[in-house]
């Protein structure tokens, strides 16, 4: 079955990122062959953490072969269906060591309480400031929801290659997306509290907290639905930086991007009514003139 259309914590920072990546991706539907190593890992460390806590809310015994087995399970997949592209002198089996590390090193940590849900997709209307709601809804989805002395709280986990800061969670509109969802879902505000699995030479975890307010989920729908305009008008465009580009799948098409020879017949003579033809002056007849053609050369690739 067709997911209904809907947005996503990833598709709105793609948009944010790079317009064009975007129109790629999510417009044009090009497949996406290859995935940085980052990206990988950070998925078969999900499938290990999301195996670790289902059995815990199944009041289950920890076994640690099944969670390695479920990152290994994953990442084999992500290299069957994709190219992982390494970078920084990354390697495969470092890739895979520094995985299995992170999530032993998670592992002696006391285990988390209170577990209402894990990895749950979460379907929800947004909402401007103006309390509209928009067209298209936000799809959310949860690694791990914990509720102890009446208190919810959305985890969100990461594997990143340095520490995080308090700035990084306090502007991030990933926490902004859970707490909205959790509100409409539940009626009910949560806390989000990130665990970073930090890929130092020595692993190490990092746990940051915050919150995020009514005027927030607002702000966000703000957001979206500018972002929405922006779309449904075709502003695409890119956004090159090392960042960005290092490990995009589309750099062919990106080079190609707007390089189309414009051609005689794209001039479109702008059409006017006889009468008003006749009401502008001279200098103002003389304007759309000379504007018409920059408009025929404005439309998206
Ligand atoms: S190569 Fe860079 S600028 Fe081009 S689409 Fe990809 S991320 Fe955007």
């Known amino acids: 079955m067709r997911d209904r259309p809907h947005w996503s914590y990833s598709a709105i920072t793609q948009y944010l990122r790079c317009p ?17 190593t980052g990206l990988a890992l950070g998925s078969a460390v999900h499938a290990g953490l999301a195996e670790y806590h289902q059995r815990l809310q199944r ?12 990152f290994h399970e994953c990442w084999d997949e992500k290299e069957l ?16 060591e520094q995985g299995v590390h992170l999530l032993e090193l998670y592992l002696k940590e006391p285990p988390p ?13 947004l909402y401007n400031s103006l309390g509209e709601y928009l067209e298209t809804p936000l799809v959310a989805i949860t690694d791990l929801i914990t509720e102890t002395n009446e208190d919810l709280t959305v985890r969100e ?35 989000v509290e990130y665990t970073v699995l930090v890929k130092t030479k020595t692993p190490k975890i990092q746990r940051l907290k915050t919150s995020r307010f009514a005027e927030d989920c607002g ?23 090392p960042m960005n580009c290092s490990t995009c799948p589309y750099r062919q098409p990106c080079r190609e991007w707007g390089q189309k020879p414009r051609a005689q017949d794209e001039f479109v003579p702008l059409t006017i009514p006889l009468e008003m033809a006749c009401s502008l002056n001279s200098t103002a007849r003389a304007a759309v003139c000379v504007s018409q053609p920059d408009k025929a050369s404005s439309v998206a690739p």
């Open 20 to 36: 064009l990546q975007y129109f790629f991706q999510r417009v044009l539907g090009i497949p996406s062959h290859s995935i940085g």
């Open 59 to 70: 009041k289950e015994a920890l076994d640690t072969e099944l969670v390695l087995k479920a």
């Open 157 to 191: 986990f990461k594997t990143s290659g340095r520490a995080y800061s308090e700035s990084d969670v306090a502007s991030s509109l990933q926490p902004t997306c859970y707490v909205h969802a959790v509100r409409e879902t539940l009626g009910r505000d949560a806390n």
């Open 81 to 96: 269906n994709e190219t992982i592209q390494y970078r920084d002198g990354d390697t495969r089996e470092d890739s895979i």
């Open 113 to 125: 309480e209170g577990i209402v849900a894990v990895e749950q997709r979460i379907l929800v209307p």
């Open 219 to 241: 702000r966000l729908g703000d957001l979206v639905q500018t972002i929405q305009r922006a779309v449904d008008l075709g502003i695409f465009y890119p956004v090159e930086s």
